[in-house]
C-alpha cells in the first residue's frame, strides 16, 4: 500500500471528515489538520515535488484580499468538505487520488477569484448561466493566455508540478469545467454536511468535457508537436551527445571520483581532482580530428532563473556537473521524442543491470509475434489514469531479427545507468539507489557528500532540456513562422525556453507516421522500425492517454491537410483526389476569412464533428473513413465491413492503395516515390530481360506519373528504360 492510500485508509485520516461537524483538528495527512489553510498530502507519483501534493486555502485574490480570512470562512470550509469528499466520499465515480490535487487546486482558485471578482457569495448563486458566463470570461482572460500560451512556463525550478501532463490549453480547460460538475455530482454528500450545493446543473447540462473540447478550439484551435524546425536540430543535437560524448563525460566522472578522496585531505582532494579535470583529453572521430571540446577550465554557461536566461561562469569542477547534465537532458529528449513516455514516468523508471541479457533492468527484449523482429520493452510505473501507480511496459525500439543494432531510446537507458551510477551508489539515502535518474541537489559543483543527491523531480529534467536546448542548439536563424503556420519566433526568442516538454509526445506520434528525409539516419530508422513493429504487433503500448494522443495528432493532421487543400496549397493525386477537389468549395466556405492557426481551428471542428480521419503512410493518405466499404485493402482481405474504419495493414502496400478510391498522394510522399522510381529505373536497366525488369519498369513509370502529378521533377541524371 502506497503512503497516499495508507493516509486515506488509515483509521485517524480516512473518516468521512467532510460530515463531521468539527473536523478541524483531524489529520488529513501525516503533515496537516483538516483545519490548515495549507495541505500538504502525501505523495504517490514519481517525478513530483511537494508542490504536487499541496493544496493552499489561503491565496492571493487580489485588491489585498486572500481566501483565508475570515470573511471568506463559509465559502472556504464548504470547500474544504466538499475536497475532502472527493478523496473518500465520491458518489459518482472512483474516489480521486492526491495526483488530483493540483488539477483540483487550480479549478478552485479560478472559480473561488472569479466569484469574487463577480460578486459571488456562495456555491448556491452558482446557476447555469453563471457557468456559462464564467465560460466567458474565461476565454477572454489575459491570465489565461499568457499562463498557458505565452511566455515560458514558471516551472523552471519550482517543485510545481500543476502541469504534469499540460495539453494546453486543454488539460487547463478540463479541471476548471470539470470542478463545476464534481460541485453538481456531489451535492447529495454537500447537504449531508451542510453546504450550500449547486442550484441546477451547469453548462446547460453539457459535460465537462464537452464544453472543454469546445472552449479549446474556441481559444486556439490545436496545439502542434514541437514544429520540425526545432525538433529536428534538437534531436540531433541530443543524438550527438547520447552516441559521441556520453562515454566520455562518463570516463571523465569516474576519474574524478577515482582521484578525489576528501578522507585524506578535503582541499588537497579538490586540487588534485581539479588539476586531473582540466587535463583531461577529450576523444575526436579519429586521430587528426580536433576532440569535440578542449580541456575542463572555468566557462561561461546560459542558467534558467525565474524564466530568465542568464550567464553564469563556472569552474571546472562546476563544468563537470553541467556536462553530467547535458547527457541526461540529451538522453530525457531521446526518451521522450522518441519513445513518448512523460516526464514523471521517466522519473520513476528503476536501476540495475540484468545479468542474463545485459540489459538494465527496466529493459526487456523479446522477439515479435513473427518472429521477423525484436522488440525492446521499457518496464516502469504508470501513474495517469491509475489510482495507484502500477507497472507497465512501453515499446521503446526495435530492430530486425539477428541485428547488433541499438535504438537510441535503448541507448538512452544504457547511458543513464551508467552515467548516474556512482551518484546513486553515494546517495546517503539508501532508497535513491534502486531510481534510474536522481539528482543533484547542491547549488552549483558537484556533489561530493551523498545528502546532496536527491530524489530527481520532474521540474527538474524539464529545466535540464531547455538548459542542454539553450546552450548546445542554435535557433537564432528560425523563421516568424513556418510553411504550416506555426510560431517559430517565441522559439528563437526564448532559446528554446517556451518549448512544452509534453509536446515531445506528440511529436513521437507525429513521426511514426510519417519518416523521411528530414531526420537524421539513426531517428529516421527508429521511427521506421516502429512504424513496421506497430503494425505487426498491433502495439501501442498500455498507457491509454498515448492512444490519445496519436488520435489527436491524425486530427491534427487531417485538420491541416484539409485547410491547406482548401487554401490550394496542396496538389493531390490518386482516386480520392477528385473527390478530395470536390471538398474545396465546402472548405472555403466554413472557413471563410479564417487564416493561418484560426483556419486550422475551424477545420478541426469540422474534422471533430464528421469524425474524419486520415490514416498516413510513407507513400501516401487513406481516407478510408469517408467510405470504410470500399477500401481495397479490406477488399482483399475479406474483411469489408462499414465499421472497419482503419486499413488492414495485411494488405496495405503502394500498388494495393493505388487502385483504392479512397487513397491519395501529395508533396509529402514525394522522397518515397521519387526514391522507388529511382530504384526501379536502375534495377531495369541492369536486368532488362526478366521478368522483374518488366515489374520494375511498370512501378518506375507508375512513380513518374505520380511524381508529375504532383509537380516534383524527376532526377535529370536517371532515364526510364524502353
Given at each position: 500500500m502506497n503512503s497516499s492510500t495508507a493516509m486515506l485508509t488509515s483509521p485517524s485520516a480516512a473518516r468521512?471528515?467532510?460530515?463531521?461537524?468539527?473536523?478541524?483538528?483531524?489529520?488529513?495527512?501525516?503533515?496537516?489538520?483538516?483545519g490548515d489553510l495549507i495541505w500538504l498530502l502525501d505523495l504517490t507519483t514519481p517525478g513530483q515535488g511537494p508542490g504536487s501534493a499541496r493544496l493552499d486555502w489561503d491565496f492571493d485574490l487580489g485588491e489585498g484580499l486572500s481566501f483565508g480570512q475570515p470573511r471568506f470562512s463559509t465559502l472556504r470550509g464548504g470547500l474544504m468538505r466538499f475536497v475532502w469528499s472527493l478523496f473518500t466520499d465520491r458518489r459518482s465515480g472512483l474516489?480521486?487520488?492526491?495526483?488530483?490535487?493540483?488539477k483540483l487546486s487550480t479549478a478552485m482558485r479560478s472559480l473561488v477569484r472569479w466569484m469574487v471578482k463577480n460578486d459571488y457569495v456562495c456555491i448556491s448563486e452558482l446557476t447555469s448561466a453563471a457557468s456559462e458566463d464564467y465560460l466567458d470570461d474565461l476565454v477572454s482572460s489575459y491570465m489565461l493566455e499568457t499562463e498557458m500560451?505565452?511566455?515560458i512556463p514558471a516551472e523552471d525550478e519550482s517543485e510545481d508540478d500543476e502541469q504534469d501532463d499540460p495539453e494546453i490549453p486543454l488539460g487547463a480547460l478540463r479541471p476548471r469545467t470539470n470542478f463545476w460538475s464534481l460541485l453538481w455530482a456531489q451535492r447529495a454528500v454537500l447537504r449531508e454536511a451542510g453546504v450550500a450545493v449547486l442550484p441546477e446543473a451547469p453548462f446547460g447540462g453539457k459535460s465537462a468535457r464537452t464544453v472543454a473540447n469546445k472552449l479549446a478550439t474556441k481559444i486556439v484551435g490545436w496545439i502542434p508537436p514541437v514544429p520540425d524546425e526545432v525538433a529536428l536540430p534538437v534531436m540531433a543535437e541530443a543524438h550527438r551527445w547520447l552516441w559521441e560524448r556520453a562515454d566520455d563525460v562518463i570516463r571523465l566522472q569516474d576519474e574524478y571520483i577515482a582521484l578525489y578522496r576528501p578522507e585524506l585531505c578535503r582541499e588537497h582532494a579538490a586540487i588534485v581532482a581539479g588539476v586531473a579535470l582540466e587535463n583531461f583529453r577529450f576523444s575526436s572521430a579519429s586521430p587528426e580530428l580536433v576532440p569535440w571540446r578542449g580541456p575542463l577550465q572555468e566557462a561561461t554557461r546560459l542558467s534558467i532563473f525565474s524564466g530568465e536566461w542568464r550567464t553564469a561562469v563556472h569552474d571546472s569542477h562546476s563544468v563537470l556537473r553541467t556536462l553530467i547534465e547535458d547527457v541526461c537532458a540529451a538522453c530525457v529528449i531521446v526518451l521522450q521524442s522518441e519513445a513518448g513516455p512523460r516526464i514523471n514516468e521517466i522519473c520513476g523508471l528503476a536501476a540495475g543491470m540484468n545479468a542474463q541479457t545485459g540489459l538494465p533492468a527496466c529493459l526487456e527484449l523479446r522477439s515479435s509475434k513473427t518472429g521477423l523482429n525484436e522488440h525492446f520493452f521499457l518496464k516502469g510505473l504508470l501513474s495517469k489514469l491509475r489510482r495507484v501507480p502500477e507497472e507497465v511496459e512501453w515499446l521503446i525500439g526495435a530492430r530486425p531479427a539477428g541485428s547488433d543494432f541499438i535504438p537510441a531510446p535503448v541507448r538512452a537507458i544504457q547511458v543513464l545507468q551508467r552515467l548516474l551510477e556512482p551518484l546513486r551508489g553515494n546517495a546517503t539515502d539508501h532508497s535513491l539507489r534502486s531510481n534510474l535518474i536522481v539528482q543533484m541537489t547542491a547549488p552549483r559543483s558537484y556533489p561530493r557528500d551523498g545528502k546532496m543527491i536527491g530524489r530527481v523531480l520532474a521540474s527538474r529534467l524539464r529545466t535540464l532540456q531547455r538548459v542542454f536546448i539553450g546552450n548546445h542548439v542554435d535557433l537564432s536563424g528560425l523563421p516568424d513562422r513556418n510553411a504550416h503556420g506555426q510560431d517559430l519566433a517565441?522559439?528563437?526568442?526564448?532559446?528554446?525556453?517556451?518549448?512544452?516538454?509534453?509536446?515531445?509526445?506528440?511529436?513521437?506520434?507525429?513521426?511514426?507516421?510519417?519518416t523521411d528525409s528530414r531526420m537524421i539516419g539513426a531517428i529516421a530508422q527508429q521511427f521506421h522500425h516502429l512504424s513496421l513493429a506497430m503494425t505487426e504487433q498491433g502495439y501501442l503500448g498500455n498507457d491509454p492517454s498515448l492512444l490519445e494522443v496519436m488520435n489527436g495528432v491524425r486530427v491534427q493532421q487531417t485538420a491541416q491537410f484539409f485547410y491547406e487543400m482548401a487554401r490550394g496549397e496542396r496538389r493531390v493525386t490518386g482516386r480520392m483526389a477528385k473527390l478530395v477537389d470536390e471538398f474545396r468549395a465546402e472548405f472555403a466556405r466554413i472557413l471563410g476569412a479564417a487564416e493561418g492557426m484560426a483556419g486550422i481551428a475551424t477545420v478541426q471542428q469540422w474534422v471533430l464533428n464528421e469524425d474524419i480521419r486520415i490514416w498516413f503512410s510513407r507513400h501516401g493518405k487513406c481516407f478510408i473513413g469517408l467510405?470504410?466499404?470500399?477500401?481495397?485493402?479490406?477488399?482483399?482481405?475479406?474483411?469489408?465491413?462499414?465499421a472497419n474504419a482503419e486499413p488492414n495493414y495485411v494488405h496495405r502496400n503502394p500498388e494495393t492503395c493505388l487502385g483504392c478510391p479512397l487513397y491519395a498522394v501529395d508533396a509529402d510522399h514525394a522522397e518515397f516515390w521519387l526514391l522507388r522510381y529511382i530504384e526501379n529505373t536502375n534495377f531495369m536497366a541492369a536486368s532488362a530481360t526478366s521478368r522483374a525488369a518488366r515489374a520494375a519498369e511498370l512501378r518506375a513509370k507508375q512513380s513518374a506519373a505520380i511524381l508529375q502529378a504532383i509537380k516534383v521533377p524527376l532526377p535529370e541524371l536517371v532515364t526510364t528504360h524502353g
Open positions: 468521512r471528515l467532510h460530515l463531521e461537524a468539527d473536523p478541524w483538528d483531524a489529520p488529513v495527512s501525516t503533515r496537516s489538520k483538516f474516489d480521486l487520488t492526491v495526483g488530483s490535487v493540483m500560451m505565452e511566455g517565441r522559439y528563437r526568442e526564448t532559446k528554446g525556453a517556451c518549448l512544452l516538454t509534453h509536446s515531445w509526445r506528440k511529436s513521437y506520434a507525429l513521426y511514426v507516421f510519417r467510405g470504410p466499404t470500399k477500401a481495397r485493402c479490406h477488399e482483399l482481405g475479406g474483411t469489408v465491413h462499414w
